[in-house]
């Protein structure tokens, strides 16, 4: 159990730490937390207790279930603090104006955000599919000083990227497609050295379309949610999930993250034929 969680547990004497679902997220001054086991009295205990255990909280909000629907949302339930979901998040140098209840975001990602914006070069044209409120995008934009190409379909996401945009000072690298990323092909003639895929749950069914926006020797960062008892096994899943759909591409497989008991979340870096 992480730290911040038993912290606030052993504070708030409600019992047993054993007993925590899960860990915390912090976004921005917003802490989002799992208490699924904890009666009504006692998450109002733990919650006070985050916000004087973190400093830079403010808000704290208990996320029911899991992350759901086509914008990938969390279900969230204000504990205690501010009654607000908008907030300013940093990260890598970069600074976020997310809204948790309306857009996706997981801080858990920022490392593999930073691993992805280090490979890339200068000259590369960069198209991320899923862009969110643009934590993929603006590293490489600032970072690299490639230009980007993001798509969203959640407009409100989609507006908060651009607002981002500016707020790093990146806005005349990167533009924001409002839309469906099937569509990409009628919305935009360009090819792309680079593609990200960062939507675990249905990267599969939009690979066609990556292909089809890819110049020839692109890279395609393919993210899945996978399930193995380890990284070997997930890794071999991920494998034959791509043999069927891109069967004479090299891919190196590596694990991200774990994402739930054996489901880890998987990356393929699939190289596009000459
Ligand atoms: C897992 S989230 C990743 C967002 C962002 N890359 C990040 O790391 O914060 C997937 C994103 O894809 C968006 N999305 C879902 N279906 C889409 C589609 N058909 N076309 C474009 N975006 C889509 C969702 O709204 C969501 O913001």
Redesign the pocket.
């Known amino acids: 159990m992480p730290r911040l969680i038993r912290a606030a547990l052993s504070k708030s004497g409600v019992g047993d730490p054993a007993r925590a679902s899960s860990g915390v997220d912090v976004v921005g001054d917003i802490a989002i937390v799992r208490l699924a086991e904890f009666s009504s009295p006692e998450k109002k205990k733990v919650a006070s207790a985050l916000l004087s255990e973190l400093k830079n909280v403010r808000v704290v909000m208990e996320q029911e279930g899991g992350i759901e629907g086509?914008?990938?949302l969390r279900k969230l339930r204000h504990l205690a603090g501010e009654r607000r979901t908008l907030t300013l998040h940093r990260e890598n140098g970069c600074s976020y104006r997310v809204d948790v209840a309306k857009?996706?975001?997981?801080p858990r990602?920022s490392t593999e955000?930073l691993r992805i914006a280090r490979q890339v070069k200068r000259s590369e044209r960069v198209l991320?599919?899923?862009?969110?409120?643009g934590?993929?995008s603006i590293p490489i934009a600032k970072i690299a000083g490639a230009s980007v190409t993001s798509?969203?379909?959640?407009a409100y996401?989609a507006e908060l990227h651009e607002e981002n945009d500016r707020l790093n000072k990146v806005e005349r690298l990167v533009t924001v497609i409002k839309?469906?990323?099937?569509e990409l092909p009628r919305a935009t003639k360009s090819k792309f050295d680079r593609i990200l895929m960062?939507?675990?749950?249905?990267a599969d069914r939009?690979l066609p379309t990556a292909l089809r926006m890819a110049k020839a020797k692109a890279t395609i960062h393919y993210y899945r949610h996978v399930l193995g008892e380890d990284e070997a096994e997930a890794a071999e899943g991920l494998r034959e999930e791509l043999s069927g759909l891109v069967p004479d591409a090299k891919c190196a497989v590596r694990k991200v993250r774990e994402v739930g008991p054996r489901w880890l979340e998987m990356a393929a870096e699939i190289r596009v034929r000459a």
């Open positions: 086509e914008f990938r857009c996706y975001f997981s990602l955000r991320n599919m899923f862009a969110g409120v934590p993929f798509c969203e379909l959640n996401a839309g469906d990323a099937s960062p939507h675990p749950s249905e939009f």
